[in-house]
């Protein structure tokens, strides 16, 4: 079994419980409230854009030019359509730039962009890559489970179209390559370590989706 196998199966059981968290489910079938998602996609704005600039920061301390590049190429959206898509349902739903603005960021959203900046500044660039690859996988494995689904609500197809088609699961086979490349020479600490890592952002993941649901909100 290779080592991103490894994590994968590790983070199955976390990785379930999104596949049927009422968020997901409820995109599918069209049921979910248009403000838990608009609440979504403000935080996931603010993730997205952090997550780019991650991409960057992580690519200044890779020598390997193919990494270095697909970082460099990920950080500017190059990618996947996700950025295109999220402005057409920013649009879509009226979220104005004012609002945007407005808009505090909810505690998981924090806490995931801020576990993912300790693995750049505290750890290693292995472990920070790992910190990120449970938003490509994860979301390459819903978008490939709910292929044949067809949301009844527009921009929820647009949503999950988004995610299976076959750009963004490219990016996820070389994100899964380059985390093999790069744990490859790691000790078995260390591999243990970037286990710890992947199983955490698999964590905020689903924290994620329900922050949304509960349109979570700091107690001050
Ligand atoms: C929180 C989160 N994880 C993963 C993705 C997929 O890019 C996303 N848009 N948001």
Request: proline residues 5%; hydrophobic residues 40%; aromatic residues 14%.
């Amino acid at each position: 079994m290779t080592f991103t196998d490894q994590l994968h199966t590790a983070a199955m059981p976390v990785w379930q419980q999104s596949f049927h968290h009422p968020f997901i489910t409820e995109i599918a079938d069209g049921t979910l409230p248009l403000d838990k998602f608009r609440f979504y996609l403000k935080q996931d704005r603010y993730y997205l854009e952090q997550f780019g600039d991650l991409h960057a920061a992580i690519a200044r301390q890779i020598s390997t030019p193919a990494i270095k590049q697909f970082l460099l190429d990920g950080a500017a959206g190059l990618h996947d359509g996700e950025t295109q898509i999220r402005h057409t349902m920013f649009k879509e739903l009226a979220i104005t730039p004012a609002e945007i603005k407005t808009t505090p960021i909810a505690p998981t959203a924090y806490g995931y962009v801020t576990h993912m900046d300790f693995q750049l500044s505290h750890a290693f660039p292995a472990a920070a890559v790992a910190a990120l690859l449970p938003c490509y996988w994860l979301y390459s494995e819903i978008g490939q489970n709910l292929k044949d689904v067809h949301s009844p609500v527009t921009v929820y197809q647009q949503f999950l179209d988004s995610y299976s088609a076959a750009d963004f699961n490219d990016g996820t086979q070389q994100m899964i390559q380059i985390v093999e490349q790069l744990c490859a020479p790691l000790s078995d600490e260390q591999k243990a370590y970037v286990q710890k890592v992947f199983l955490q952002s698999s964590t905020y993941e689903l924290h994620f989706w329900q922050m949304a649901y509960t349109k979570e909100q700091w107690p001050f």
